[in-house]
């Protein structure tokens, strides 16, 4: 079965078509789907995907202008693109202060994900991959280890193509939701070396695992990783 490359791309359905669109846009950029120099896909396509009109998707673009989260350029080589990832301005980046304005959707938020993504990898390990699909996630695996300062978008994209691979569009855009609830307080805790060896060391596991096709070992593998992380956090935070 083929899978939405970006799950992030889904239709905007209900609410404020604009603002729901503006939210798929910064989402995309927080989470590194679409990276600092890169273009967004063509204005008729993006709409087509996201299913709303293109006055619409150009409205969105424009704030997203004006925010500092876009440039479009004009010529043979122009579009829109990418030009800063956020936070926004004056955001703190203290994880203790991020933490507590979360509050008990912090506990939510690390609840929902102990669930979620060991299901996730499971259902991965489970379905017939393509060789494309195999591709992404080994693509992804190695540029996970990347120890400079983008480790957290390739740890992100990591988990997202793990979502895909499930073959659930609906469990892909679950996980892309609550990789971004916690994106911004994962960025802003220390980097342990000893933590990042132990999670690169689960993501092969997980990997290895879901291209095995074992989906006990990928589950078993991706709660530990999660508890992991979670027992970090209020170490950390505590």
């Not at 600092?36 to 293109?54: D, H, I, Y």
């Not at 509050?103 to 489970?126: C, I, K």
Request: hydrophobic content about 45%.
């Amino acid at each position: 079965m083929e899978l939405p490359e970006v799950p992030t791309w889904r239709p905007v359905r209900g609410g404020n078509a604009f603002e729901i669109t503006v939210a798929r846009l910064v989402q995309a950029i927080r989470l590194g789907l679409v990276v600092v120099g890169e273009r967004l896909p063509p204005e008729r396509e993006l709409a087509e995907q996201l299913r709303v009109s293109r006055v619409t998707l150009r409205d969105a673009i424009a704030a997203l202008r004006e925010a500092g989260y876009l440039e479009s350029r004009r010529g043979r080589a122009g579009g829109t693109f990418v030009v800063h990832s956020g936070p926004p301005d004056g955001a703190t980046s203290d994880a203790t202060t991020l933490a507590r304005e979360m509050g008990s959707q912090l506990t939510d938020a690390l609840d929902f994900r102990r669930v979620l993504e060991p299901g996730a990898a499971a259902l991965a390990a489970a379905r017939p991959l393509a060789a494309a699909q195999r591709s992404r996630l080994v693509a992804c695996l190695v540029a996970s280890r990347d120890r400079q300062q983008n480790r957290r978008v390739h740890d992100s994209r990591l988990h997202l193509a793990i979502a895909s691979a499930s073959g659930s569009p609906s469990v892909a855009a679950a996980v892309a939701d609550v990789q971004l609830r916690l994106d911004q307080l994962l960025a802003a805790i220390p980097v342990i070396r000893r933590n990042l060896d132990h999670s690169d060391a689960q993501h092969t596991r997980i990997v290895d695992a879901i291209l095995a096709g074992d989906p006990e070992t990928a589950r078993g593998v991706m709660e530990e990783h999660c508890d992991g992380t979670a027992e970090l956090l209020r170490g950390l935070l505590g």
